[in-house]
């Protein structure tokens, strides 16, 4: 495996899930997708075992999903935005990571390409600054972030049109029914093309065919 993707959307097939997907495939090279929602993965204890050998001691997912990392040579991480804040599986595996980090930076070097999904663009680049932050403090060379304009889940959960708490008349300023037939698939929107331009050059890269890759800069930096 050369590339490991994490999704922390719960969604079956959601367009997180097929965004992340498509960077992988775009590589041309192996990868292993996982889907947070279908491990344990805790957020951190801070329980301080991992110091001495950055192995983090709760008996949960992480372990096993830390040695996946450690053998890839670059991660694709894709969250979502509920309630305006990154979800909470992205932001357990982020908080997770601080197991690898400490004295020794496991993970330093490994190139990372970013996802989130979400209703509002300034919610998502917050988002992606969040995750941004984590990858600085991990010494990791951030590649790329991709913003993907998501669906309130009340077009599809069957009572959008009668609950009065429904989010559909604060997206959409007419009134519509609530149906599938208006979410955005992430297959139609601009970022795909930005995804599969990402996961070539990030190919690219591993195999040896050009020599450097964009770097995010984060506002930590010193330059």
Partial sequence: MKILGIS???????????????????TGLD????????????????????????????????????????????LVIGGYTPYRVLDGFTKAFLERLWSMRHLHSLNENKY???????LFKEIRDGALDA???????????????????????????GYGDNCKNSGIPHVFPNKIKASKDHCIAVEKQPVWEEA???????GQ???????????????FSVS
């Fill in 8 to 26: 922390g959307s719960p969604v079956p097939g959601s367009n997180t899930d097929r965004l992340v997907l498509q960077v992988l495939k775009a």
């Fill in 131 to 157: 995750i941004a932050t984590e990858l600085f403090m991990e010494r990791m060379h951030h590649v790329a972030e991709l913003s993907i304009e998501g669906n309130v889940p009340c077009l599809t959960c």
């Fill in 205 to 219: 890269f591993l195999r040896g065919e050009i020599d450097s890759l964009p770097y995010i800069s984060h506002p």
């Fill in 31 to 74: 990868f292993e997708f996982v889907k947070l929602s279908t491990v344990n993965v805790r957020p951190c204890l801070a329980c301080k075992a991992c110091v001495e050998d950055n192995i983090c001691k709760v008996n949960d997912d992480f372990p096993a999903l830390a040695k996946k990392l450690l053998d890839a040579q670059a």
């Fill in 112 to 118: 990372v390409i970013t996802i989130i999904s979400g």
């Fill in 196 to 202: 599969t331009n990402a996961g070539n050059l990030l």
